[in-house]
């Protein structure tokens, strides 16, 4: 078996592990991605191409950099759409705000670390973790091209997406890394890339509409205004969607996508779930959709595994630094998550688990009431103030759904209890177990007021 030794051994060459392996490499350290794709197929993702917050992306692969890959700028609000119900709302999306050629944002930021002094190892499927008898990760092994490879490094990012196969293969036991993992907490997506004869009407649009079976979403994203990303997903705690179908007999009810041509397809997990409790064990780091660190409402992964993935590669030339390994000196990195989106993600993670207790023709009438403004503070700012003339305006529109207008503003108020406790995020694993439990008996809390199954 061949054996490589890096500094730092980043498994996955998507966002988090491009970013990750970047930031370390700048600071003049060996490190490698190690990668299952080929090196022509490597930065191919399934995705709905919708870039968020690009203007604030870490400095080690800068804004500069992806800007090539960015073919709609003129993008400035999500329109929802639910015909059944007469719903079109459009809702503001404050903020830098792109779709993007994906595959090229994908090469882009590989060039990006191997600029900045990453190797890339392509071909390469990692099967499972290297632990020595205390459970500090040492390494991994994988194949490649048939033959058996091994890494060895002083620390290991799991930059390997949603479901790593890392985390089932690891003895996390002795760790506070977050082991409370079901598919019932990610969504199954696949979306299309087509072509259409005619520039859409709402090229400078995010549209959104629920799908008509299952409880699932639907999207199209408007690349250029006649290059479309269109796709659909669900919780798979639902009942399964038949993905190819149901977005086929979507498209041909919509004349714009008459005679539409599928340039591309691809489907994938995402974690429409809240941020891990704790992304470390010793020796190791997990970063971007192998840590849920995806908005739950909106499903942009995107930043949270730049921003996660520049945390890590920074946590790790600290541990290598200090020679220390441990849980304790990895921790900061955990709490840079949360308190830079954990938290908020958690909170926005309550209004899915309010939405599996009720009709989702309710929720979308509900939707239709409530004016955009508010929807976009609520996902974007987390702001708790409330304009009273827009309340008005809306508790008029919604008067038939009072019911679950009140049922929402009570879980809005647990949402904010829930906030509120991740700002107590403990600054050493010593804190987590009481940290954890407080948490989990708001989460009761919620279970109780939603009438929602435990998700957790
Ligand atoms: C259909 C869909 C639509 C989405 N739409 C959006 C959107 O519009 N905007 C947005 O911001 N986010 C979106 N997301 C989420 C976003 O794509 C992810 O959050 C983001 O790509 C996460 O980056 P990552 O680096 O953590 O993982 P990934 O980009 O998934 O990269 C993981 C890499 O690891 C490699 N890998 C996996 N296992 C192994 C292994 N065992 N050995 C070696 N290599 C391995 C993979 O090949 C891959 O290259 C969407 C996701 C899906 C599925």
Redesign the pocket.
């Known amino acids: 078996m061949t054996t490589h030794e890096y500094d730092v051994a980043v ?9 990750a392996a970047a930031t370390v490499a700048s600071a003049g350290y060996d490190v490698v991605i ?4 080929t090196a022509d ?12 917050g690009a203007n604030n992306f870490p400095e080690e692969i800068p804004k500069s950099k992806l800007e090539p890959a960015f073919t709609n700028t003129a993008v400035d609000h999500g329109r929802f759409e639910a015909p059944e119900q007469g719903v079109e709302l459009d809702i503001p999306v404050p903020g830098e705000l792109a ?1 993007i050629d ?1 595959l090229k944002y ?1 090469k882009l930021i590989i060039e990006g670390a191997r600029e900045a002094g990453t190797e890339f190892h392509y071909d ?4 499972t973790l290297t632990q020595d008898d205390t459970g500090r990760v040492t390494g991994f092994e ?1 194949v490649r091209r048939g033959e058996p490879v091994s890494y060895e490094a002083e620390m290991v990012i799991d ?4 479901l ?3 985390q089932d293969k690891g003895d996390f036991s002795g760790a506070t890394m977050d082991t409370n993992v079901r598919f019932s907490q990610f ?5 299309e890339v087509v072509e259409v004869e005619e520039p859409v009407e709402w090229h400078d649009a ?1 549209v959104f509409k629920p799908t008509k079976r299952s409880a699932g979403y639907l ?1 199209y ?1 408007p690349r250029t205004p006649t290059e479309i ?1 269109v ?1 659909l ?1 669900f919780q798979m705690s639902e009942e399964p969607m038949k993905l190819v179908g149901d977005l086929r007999e979507d498209l041909q009810q919509r004349p714009e996508f008459k005679n539409a041509k599928v340039k591309d397809k ?6 429409t779930r809240r941020t891990y409790d704790s992304g470390t064990a010793p020796g190791y780091i997990a ?5 849920a ?3 739950p409402i ?9 921003y ?2 520049k945390y890590a590669g920074e946590q790790c030339i600290e541990a290598i630094e200090h020679e220390d390994y441990s849980e304790e000196s990895l921790w900061e990195y955990n709490s840079r998550v949360m308190d830079h989106f954990g938290g908020r993600y958690a909170a926005l993670d309550v209004y899915n688990i309010f939405s599996t207790a009720y009709e989702i023709s309710d929720l979308t009438a509900l939707a239709g009431a409530i004016p955009g403004r508010q929807i976009s503070e609520a996902l974007y700012s987390g702001s708790s103030g409330v304009n009273p003339l827009l309340a008005v305006k809306t508790l008029w529109k919604a008067r038939n759904h009072l019911g679950t207008m009140y049922d929402l503003y009570r879980t809005k108020g647990l949402a904010d209890r829930l906030l509120e406790h991740y700002e107590s995020y403990p600054d050493s694993p010593a804190g987590f177990d009481a940290w954890r439990s407080q948490r989990d008996s708001i989460m009761d809390d919620i279970y109780a007021e939603t009438g929602a199954e435990a998700k957790y």
């Open positions: 498994v996955g060459a998507g966002t988090g592990g491009c970013y190690v990668e299952r794709k197929e490597a930065g191919h993702i399934a995705c709905g191409d919708a870039l968020k779709v994906r994908g390469t499927v990692v099967k994988g930059g390997a997406g949603a790593s196969i890392l969504s199954s997506a696949y979306r995010l999207w994203f990303n796709g997903g691809l489907g994938a997990a995402l974690p970063v971007g959709d192998a840590a660190h995806v908005n909106s499903g942009g992964g995107i930043a949270g595994a730049a996660s993935g």
